[in-house]
């Protein structure tokens, strides 16, 4: 008997992760779609304050497993307590961000429950009572659409593709606490070390203006006009791989479906054609404004400004433009 | 004993074609091949074959075993994982295997019990043509061993493997005991190129060929008849989006124009 | 009478004979063993043409004769020449030294007194060239050469030589006061100083016997030290130059991969790893390079401060097959083993050194002893690439490219027939004279595709019979040979045969420079043969049968940009240059290095499309050269040139309005034809080009 739609919620620093949040939106729409409940479960150790933070962005119900053994994620203590929690919840759908942790979770615990899962959806909707998810493939180039023959339907959720609903402190849920009894010993995935890249400046995925650049730069110097910009606006720069791969922009720096997935208010595409794996990177851009030679490019097709010349010409005069605006 | 690795591989469109030669039946939900684009190894799963190979060269001995699901085409795959340096290949074809991600890592996982005696298996973190990411993790569950995935290195240390894996800022490095799973991501480097003796070699080698029958499974139960996750729709997407071109007479005129856009539309 | 004639100056000459003959022949047994046991090479086929080339590059010192180093065109001939003259008399030093009555001077008729002023003015002349190499050797220093105690060893033998020569000649002249003496005129003159000094006959026999012994000591000594030296070219040179490869110098010539694989199990080599799996004309030339660094300094590699020297290549490879040359004193004991380790190839010879090539051929060029440095650094790349899968990252990634699709333009967004769109370009059935080969680059890469359609539009108003292959053209296979994966360019060379072949292709005309040298000289090798023709070379024709007639002026300064793959590989200079010529007001400047001398654009040998990380860029070096003839268009006739002068370009001048612009001949002629309808300006290429595939 299923009842609701469940989020396995992230815990990152200390607060809920943002991507848990835009899930939690997913899910609230979902469960109203359907009638249903939404659910969250809350996994990790310390974590039970963390609850109304779940129900103030939409969670009626929030399932707690809060034991030392999960301080850190792991295959095997995440989803045996999700395991657990699913148990106890019974959920039509379980969902949860396409992070370092959604990735990792989903597809096991779908085997796990004798289920399927879908990863990397774009969208998620309850047709007739039928969970639907939309996902790319094909490196973006093509789109599917999913049901689901067995339950629940394990479906994780591109960064920056659903909105959160918007905070409301005073709303209402049930807190339970589900013991799963996880036993650090019975973790067979054990994290041993951790290295994080400093990386300077603000983060690409909370930038709210970026300005990327592609082969069509031709240099590592050639970025130099384009960092201008971003420091013009407050946003930061970002690469398409085949910069990357030339050595003229950090790894941390790429953006794609294989780099970062970003979803800024701005994004300024330079110099890149607008190959699919890359788009896919920025489909999240609310406005991209492509700047390229070739009026050809097919990065024009994505975006909401376009301007035909050379970088090189255009940009300079780009940040004075936009600096007088910010003055 | 020397260690026994199991590589998984996947022959895909090649999504490096054109994008103007990629084409989707979406009444048949399919992607058409495009003609003259040849099918490849997908680029994860090659550099799985190199993860192997590595821990390979490192331990001065090694056997690595390849299998790949799909058509008969896919022999290519397996021959060219071959011609890397692997020395045997399994390719597991049958019109039965016509599912979905359950059926794949049914049928693989199946397959790695019938060869046995494995320590490590190793796959690509995702296919390129339908980009899931799936197929592993059921492979280890059904298996029921650890998994590890999006690795950037891959090590054996006496019966742990060691695996750094991959985050959005920096690595994890995580150690799990033998036999278990890994996925490998692109950060891994690059495959190797093979030797033209190798490729001789393998060329030579016979591939086994094993359908649901070898695998003892009842193809009644598998592939078309146990689809989990059903494919409703199949299309291209278009972009909605209108592109207003920012035309002027000099680069500060643009500029400007693209600048004042910006701020009507309360964008900056 | 020889001094030798009598106890006991006869056991003198026969120690000195004996001895020093056996210590040079147990050198040279040494020497040879390597090859012995090396690879055969093709040494005999053109016997006729052989002959012919012998007598102009190595007895008429044809390749010296180059302005750019006149003065060497100028000593190593006297010297040269000296030394074929003079070789007379000291065979008839031995002669005589055995017995009087085998000396020349008793030829009938006194013929061998007709010819002793030419050696007596040779005497001079060699003393003229031993002077001037001196002066620069001392005083010059071009860097070029490697200037060691070697060579000095060597000129002031070949000076005492002379010396000695000079002065036996007079003290035997006093001594037997011979009629004739006045033919020998340099002698004559020194001797008359003798005369004036009025001395003994007994010391006079004693001087010319002195002096006697010390040219015939001096000429063993130095035979002996030849191979010891870096000017063993005296003794291998003329080898060298007969038994050089016949072929054009774009040439590479095949492996038979089937048989090593049938033949050879485990352990088979592809290429050469190892000095000694080298064919033995490869060792030749390493014996027979004197270091006087020509290749070295037309090299662009070298040029632009990148590893590779042609000399370092040659000099390592000498010193890697000394190191496997057994020592004499091995030889004598009956088991030949060499002094210490084997050098390894690879490392001495150097990976980067190896992979800088360009293969523009410019090396072999200007070498006046006709050694044959391109294909020996391929077959290196070849070892590495086939045996040890060892290369730079981006040559890799070309190779995989080139494997799984088939073309090495990674990422290109166009297909094969793409560029056909609105042009009435039929398929190639067999019926149509000519077959258009667009090529990769002409099909797949954005800035050629306009040059195949303006050729195509050439064709068409000139109404030739041709037709295309459209979707079923191959890659030639030439960035695949030179980059080292001959058995990947085997496939290719055969499929591509084999579908012209089945579509009754006798004809063929391409825009591409290596496509061109690949088809016409590399595919009879596979039993392909074709009539090949480059476009520049159908559009001269076109032009001169009045087919063609440019009339739009174009009123701006034109340089030529020659490619090497055109111009020195296959020697197309003219018919580009024809074509520009007849463009209604245009003016033509040209580069320095131009035609057979003419400096790679960089893209040469697989280099299109592998990163440049050493030194300056070639096509940096390139653009400026073309830019300071002031031109505004420099124009070229090949898929890779252009592209490497539009990146060059912006990057060497900031000011667009100034910039120079890169057109292919194609382009220019159909502009002139006016038939070009209003295309669009050629954008460099911004594509993203390798979209990732993840």
Known sequence: MANGILVAAEVSGGAVASITLEVLGAARRLADQMGKPAQAALVGSGVEGLAKELIAHGADQVFVVDEPALAKYSCDGFVAAMEKVNAAASPDAILMGQSDMGRDLGPRLAFRLGSVSAMDCLNVTGEGGKVIAERPCYGGNARATYSFNTSPAVISIRSKAQEPVARDDSRQGQVTKVDAGIDASAIRDKLVGHQEVAEEGIRLEDADVIVAGGRGIGSAEGFSVLEELARALGGAVGATRAACDNGWRPVSEQIGLTGKIVGPTLYFAVGISGASQHMAGCTGAKNIVAINKDPEAIVFKSSRFGIVDDYKKVLPALVEACRKLKA | MPLHIIACVKQVPDPEAPASAFRVDEAAKKVVAAAGVTPVISQFDALAVEAALRIKDAAGDAKITVISLGPETARDVVKHSLAMGADEGVLLTDSAFDGDSYTTALALSKAIEKIGDYNLVLCGRQATDWDAGVVGYGIAEMLGIPSVSLAKSVTVQGDKVVVERVLMEGYDTIEAPLPALVTVSNELGEPRYPKLQQIMMAARKQVTIWGAGDLGLDASKVGAGAVRLNLERLFQPVSEVECEIVEGETPDEIATKLAQRLREQKII | ?694
């Open chain 3, 1 to 694: 009478m020889a001094p030798s004639n009598e106890l006991p100056g006869n056991i003198f000459f026969y120690l000195i004979i004996v001895g020093f003959s056996a210590f040079f022949l147990l050198t040279i047994a040494a020497r040879l063993l390597p090859f012995l046991k090396a690879k055969g090479a093709p040494c005999l086929d053109q016997l006729p043409q052989r002959v012919g080339d012998f007598m102009l590059v190595m007895i008429g010192q044809s390749k010296f004769f180059r302005r750019k180093y006149w003065y060497s065109g100028i000593l190593h001939p006297l010297i040269f020449w000296g030394f074929l003259v003079l070789l007379i008399r000291s065979l008839n030093m031995l002669f005589s030294g055995v017995a009087d009555p085998l000396s020349l001077e008793h030829l009938p008729g006194g013929i061998f007194d007709f010819y002793k002023p030419v050696m007596d003015l040779f005497n001079v002349l060699v003393m003229v060239g031993i002077a001037m190499g001196a002066y620069e050797r001392f005083f010059v220093k071009p860097p070029r050469m490697t200037l060691n105690l070697d060579a000095w060893r060597i000129l002031g033998l070949i000076f005492f030589l002379m010396v000695t020569d000079i002065l036996a000649n007079s003290f035997e002249l006093n001594l037997e006061g011979e009629s004739k003496e006045a033919f020998s005129f340099v002698a004559y003159g020194v001797s008359n100083i003798w005369s004036g000094m009025n001395l003994s006959h007994d010391a006079t026999g004693m001087l010319h016997a002195t002096f006697w012994y010390a040219h015939l000591i001096i000429l063993f000594g130095f035979l002996c030290y030849l191979p010891y030296s870096k000017h063993s070219h005296v003794l291998t040179v003329a080898f060298n130059v007969f038994f050089r490869n016949r072929e054009r110098s774009g040439v590479l010539r095949p492996i038979n991969i089937e048989a090593m694989m049938e033949n050879a199990e485990e352990g088979a080599t592809f290429g050469v790893g190892k000095v000694t799996d080298f064919n033995w004309k490869a060792l030749l030339d390493f014996m027979t390079c004197t270091e006087c660094g020509r290749c070295q300094s037309n090299c662009p590699a070298y040029l632009t401060d990148k590893e590779l020297s042609p000399k370092e290549i040659e000099h390592h490879g000498r010193m890697t097959l000394l190191s496997t040359t057994p020592t004499i004193a091995s030889l004598m004991k009956g088991k030949p083993s060499p002094n210490g380790d084997h050098l390894n190839l690879v490392e001495t010879m150097g990976f980067e050194s190896i992979w800088d090539c360009v293969t523009c051929g410019s090396c072999m060029y200007w070498c006046p002893v006709c050694i044959e440095h391109v294909p020996e650094i391929i077959d290196v790349r070849r070892y590495l690439v086939m045996d040890e899968a060892r290369m730079p990252e981006t040559a890799q990634a070309t190779l995989m490219q080139i494997e799984q699709r088939g073309h090495p333009w990674r990422g290109t967004q166009f297909g094969r027939s793409d560029w056909m769109q609105g042009l009435d370009v039929p398929l190639f059935d067999g019926s149509q004279e000519y077959l258009l080969w667009v090529g990769c680059s002409g099909s797949l890469s954005e800035r050629n595709v306009p040059i195949t359609q303006a050729l195509a539009r050439l064709l068409l108003q000139a109404g030739v019979s041709f037709g295309v292959l459209g979707e079923e053209e191959p890659c030639c296979g030439d960035p695949a040979r030179r980059l080292g994966n001959e058995y990947l360019f085997q496939m290719q060379a055969q499929q591509a045969i084999e579908i012209m072949k089945s579509k009754g292709v006798k004809k063929i005309v391409t825009a591409c420079p290596h496509g061109y040298n690949t088809m016409r000289n590399e595919y009879p090798q596979f039993d392909g043969k074709f009539e090949v023709m480059h476009h520049t070379e159908l559009l001269d024709q076109l032009l001169r049968e009045g087919k063609l007639q440019p009339k739009v002026g174009l009123a701006e300064t034109i340089v030529y940009h020659d490619s090497c793959y055109l111009a020195r590989h296959n020697e197309i200079e003219s018919a580009p240059r024809r074509i520009l010529e007849s463009l209604p007001q245009a003016k033509i400047a040209e580069m320095e290095r131009s035609r057979k001398t003419t400096f790679c654009c960089g893209a040469g040998g697989g280099h299109m499309w592998v990163e440049e990380s050493r030194g300056r860029h070639i096509n940096h070096a390139r653009t400026e050269e073309a830019m300071a003839t002031g031109a505004q268009i420099v124009a070229t006739a090949c898929p890779f040139c252009i592209q490497m002068f539009e990146d060059g370009i912006p990057a060497l001048e900031p000011d667009e309005e100034k910039r120079m612009r890169a057109m292919d001949v194609a382009e220019l002629l159909d502009a002139a034809i006016g038939t070009a309808p209003t295309v669009k300006p050629a954008t460099a290429g911004e594509g993203e080009g390798v979209p990732a595939s993840t």
